[in-house]
């Protein structure tokens, strides 16, 4: 049974930062571990993602280097540093992990099989 934890969202101001954290039991072992996001009405979307071969990171075009995305394959740990934060990042922040091989960068919530409950982050202006 894997189990993806996730912990740190909350409501903060427009120009605030929080701090996601999310760790895996019950994982042998993963390809990536990521954010992936999904505000009211809209579909889900990565938010960002380490490729644990090469240490390869991805992140979206609207994350616009304000958030960092840190992590630890051996613990099975994946952090999400969000600074400057704006209403429209208001979402539920679910962690995912992938046992799925992919050549490229894992950009795409369908790349990740593994998903933990969702941390909601609210920002308001």
């Known amino acids: 049974q894997v189990n993806l934890v996730e912990s740190g969202g909350g409501l903060v101001q427009a120009g605030g930062s929080l701090r996601l954290s999310c760790v895996a039991s019950?994982?042998?072992?993963?390809?990536?571990m990521g954010w992936v996001r999904q505000a009211p009405g809209q579909e889900r979307e990565v938010v960002a993602s380490?490729?644990?071969?090469?240490?390869?990171?991805y992140s979206a075009a609207f994350v616009k280097g304000r958030f960092t995305i840190s992590g630890d394959n051996a613990k099975k740990t994946v952090f999400l540093q969000m600074n400057s934060l704006e209403p429209e990042d208001t979402a539920v922040y679910y962690c995912a992990a992938s046992t799925i091989y992919l050549l490229e960068n894992y950009a795409s919530p369908s790349s990740f099989d593994h998903w933990g409950q969702g941390t909601q982050v609210t920002v308001s202006s």
């Open positions: 019950g994982l042998t072992s993963a390809y990536s």
């Open positions: 380490i490729k644990y071969e090469g240490d390869s990171r």
